[in-house]
């Protein structure tokens, strides 16, 4: 029997805030060089908002200053930990991720703190560290925009019946989704087609 396929970003859909920096900043050792790391990131953060870096290049800063060289035992510990502290919001709260839908959490974020958040039925696809020895030594897949329809297609899935998601960055999940509810905050707006998400965030086609 085929089952309605429903897809879930998380940063700012399912929680209140971004994670990233969060989790770079609670795994992080609290030692002399921490404050300096924050700034450097920060400074990092925002040339990647005037697209002076890219996404990816992004958080390989992040994982280079706050995260190569933990072992893989210790990131699940952190990772672990961290899922605790992120506010989730109503729709995380109040839907139902155990019905018998077909479930996908794909996010940006890293698998890592995302997965321990859901009942596993639920697939959590995202973005991935590199191990190497059992240590963190870089980013070795980074789950955002076109690559997480990438994501999907690697599991099957060719066509979305709803989508939830609070971006334009999500564009691409949306032109393969029957239906895409974009959320802002505790508000969710649907929109029916690719057209009414892109006038949604007064885009051209």
């Given amino acids: 029997m085929n089952t ?21 900043s609670s795994a992080s050792k609290k030692n002399i060089t921490y404050p300096f790391k924050v700034f450097i990131y920060v400074f990092t953060m925002v040339l990647a908002k005037f697209k002076v870096l890219s996404n990816t290049e992004l958080k390989r800063v992040g994982i280079a200053l706050f995260l190569k060289g933990m072992s893989q035992s210790q990131l699940k510990v952190e990772a672990l930990n961290y899922s605790k502290k992120i506010k989730l919001n109503t729709l995380y709260k ?4 155990l019905s018998k839908d077909t479930i996908y ?25 590199m191990f190497q020895e059992e240590t963190v030594v870089g980013l070795k897949e980074n789950c955002f925009k076109a690559k997480k329809v990438d994501a999907l297609s690697k599991e099957g899935v060719e066509v979305i019946d709803v989508t939830y998601t609070d971006s334009y960055s999500d564009v691409s999940l949306a032109a393969i989704s029957k239906k895409t509810i974009i959320v802002n905050g505790d508000k969710m707006h649907e929109c029916e087609n690719t057209s009414a998400f892109n006038a949604y965030f007064n885009k051209k086609q």
């Avoid at 109040?94 to 991720?97: G, V």
């Avoid at 959490?105 to 039925?121: E, G, H, Q």
């Fill in 4 to 24: 309605t396929i429903i897809v879930f970003d998380f940063d700012k859909t399912l929680s209140y805030s971004d994670t990233l920096f969060g989790f770079f």
């Fill in 94 to 97: 109040e839907f139902d991720f």
């Fill in 105 to 129: 959490i794909v996010s940006a974020s890293f698998i890592d703190y995302l997965r321990p958040l859901f009942p596993s039925n639920v697939r959590v696809l995202g973005s991935q560290l």
